[in-house]
């Protein structure tokens, strides 16, 4: 099955709505939840939503600076040779692009996100909160469409995880790739934005990191 993001380009994004860009290819790739998921977990359509969202501006702002790649579930991300997951979104940097094989990743991504639903919360946030921590995973995202919660855990240098809270204007900003945040308030809207909004919001952030830069 290939993943939804490996269709998706900029073209396509400033010519589709954000709900134009749904297909029965691209249902069923969302629907492919990580293999620790049990069947009687429903995935909500506000969660699909959410992380459909979530991974076109991420991976709009990673093509417009060429910072890497982005990939979704299914794919495979093997922390050892006993512990793998397949998480909702994650971003490599160009630095670990060789870790990177056809449908896995050996070692830890730069910065992984994950959707949670009802049924994922005690995973995502014991499990695999400790998993990626210990596996090297520099920054790790939890997204809680139900509650309309968003954390940001760090890497620190001790190798345990930090959090980091919204700034005043209410963005979760990134540590790991400089430039990206998310809008909270915008996160929890019930209509998120069409793909051409998204695609300017990328934009936008591409411009605040250069001229911070400068």
Do not use: C
């Not at 979530?54 to 790649?69: E, Q, R």
């Not at 995973?137 to 345990?160: K, M, Q």
């Not at 980091?164 to 915008?186: E, M, W």
């Amino acid at each position: 099955m290939r993943s939804l993001l490996e269709d998706f380009d900029k073209q396509s994004a400033e010519q589709m709505s954000f709900d134009q860009i749904w297909s029965p290819d691209i249902d069923e790739a969302l629907l492919a939840e990580p293999r620790e998921r049990t069947e009687d977990t429903p995935v909500s359509g506000r969660h699909q939503d959410v992380r459909l969202y979530v991974a076109v501006l991420l991976k709009t702002y990673v093509d417009m600076i060429d910072a890497g790649l982005v990939r979704d579930a299914p794919f495979e991300v093997r922390l050892s040779e006993t512990v793998s997951y397949r998480p909702d979104i994650i971003f490599v940097s160009n630095n670990s692009y060789d870790r990177v094989h056809e449908t896995t990743i050996e070692g830890a991504p730069d910065i992984i996100i994950e959707v949670v639903t009802p049924g994922s919360t005690a995973i995502d946030r014991g499990d695999k909160f400790v998993a990626y921590e210990a596996g090297g995973v520099r920054e790790y995202w939890l997204i809680d469409p139900t509650r309309e919660l968003a954390d940001l855990y760090h890497l620190g240098p001790d190798g345990y995880y930090d959090e980091f809270r919204p700034d005043i204007a209410g963005r979760l900003r990134s540590r790991v790739l400089k430039g990206f945040a998310l809008d909270l308030d915008l996160l929890w809207k019930r209509v998120l934005p069409t793909t051409p909004e998204i695609v300017e919001m990328a934009q936008e952030m591409v411009n605040q990191r250069m001229t911070t830069s400068r």
